[in-house]
């Protein structure tokens, strides 16, 4: 196992899902009201594992036969990059609002819960950007290495939505607060810029 680029995998793996979206906040939702988190956590960090591994296995060849999808793919993704960062920065100093968690008293049924997971996880846009798009063109800068880099942005994924889900219950005080959630989304900003400075210096 190369360490380093396990770590590089881990941190930008981590960098990428940590910023706020339907999905983590789905699985923030099921951590606080205690319903099927171990469900609801499996089935996102599978997903990611898969698509993390398309990205990592399926974007060198492609680039292989089209040399242009690199650059275009880098550098688009840098520009989403930069915007999103600017949307998180504007949200952090605009921002009065805070996650709204709704109680139930009884737990709902598993498959609806699966289903709503599933639709979030696989018809989110932005998941495939992370993922295949911009962890797969990210790989293509450890050549002969990608699977550590894909096994450390796996373990990433799996460590942090396992945390979330199961670590609801503690964060429930502090995101009732507009105010954590305006310092979260300035970090956000900070990660998403500097992923795009490494996209665009990568090449």
Known sequence: MDIPVFIAGLSIGLSLIVAIGAQNAFVLRQGLKGEHVFAVCLVCALSDAVLIVLGVTSFGRIAVVLPWLDPVMRFGGAAFLVWYGAKSLYSALKSH??????????????????????????????????????????????????????????????AFFFALGYGAGFLRPIFAKPFAWRILEGIIALIMWAIALKLVLGG
């Open 97 to 158: 609002s805070a996650l709204a968690v709704s109680e139930t008293g009884m737990a709902g049924p598993l498959l609806p819960t699966l289903v709503a997971c599933l639709a979030i996880t696989w018809l989110n846009p932005h998941v495939y950007l992370d993922t295949v798009v911009l962890l797969g063109s990210i790989s293509t800068q450890f050549a002969g290495r990608e699977a550590h880099f894909a096994a450390g942005a796996i373990t990433g994924s799996f």
